[in-house]
């Protein structure tokens, strides 16, 4: 069982920046394949970045977003710059089991509740 915990969403303008930090409890998380998503206000949960052995990103924050991780502090990290309105989003960490990149929310076994991105113009 992993319980995962997000922070440092917030309000910032158009070309500011933000980093989210996701916390996991438990042990083994160098074994969890983490992704990240964001859900908008009327539109599904999509996916934005995945942490493996490599990283993966969305079309739409490729060169803008990175993602990282700290096994020794079984945090994931999720770096936002150039940030732009249509980045407004509740924006979620997810955790996986297994190998490999999935970019489904389905493929996730264990979420976290959420942070607030808004991202003003």
């Known amino acids: 069982q992993v319980q995962l915990v997000e922070s440092g969403g917030g309000l910032v303008q158009a070309g500011g920046s933000l980093r989210l930090s996701c916390a996991a409890s438990?042990?083994?998380?160098?074994?969890?394949?983490m992704g990240w998503f964001r859900q908008a206000p009327g539109k599904g949960r999509e996916f934005v970045a995945w942490s493996g052995i490599s990283s993966y990103y969305a079309d739409s924050v490729k060169g803008r977003f990175t993602v990282s991780r700290d096994n020794a502090k079984n945090t994931v990290y999720l770096q936002m710059n150039s940030l732009k309105p249509e980045d407004t989003a509740v924006y979620y960490c997810?955790?996986?089991?297994?190998?490999?990149?999935?970019?489904?929310?389905?493929?996730?076994?264990?979420w976290g509740q959420g942070t607030q991105v808004t991202v003003s113009s």
């Open positions: 997810a955790a996986r089991i297994g190998y490999g990149l999935r970019l489904e929310p389905a493929d996730y076994d264990y």
């Open positions: 438990g042990r083994a998380f160098s074994n969890y394949r």
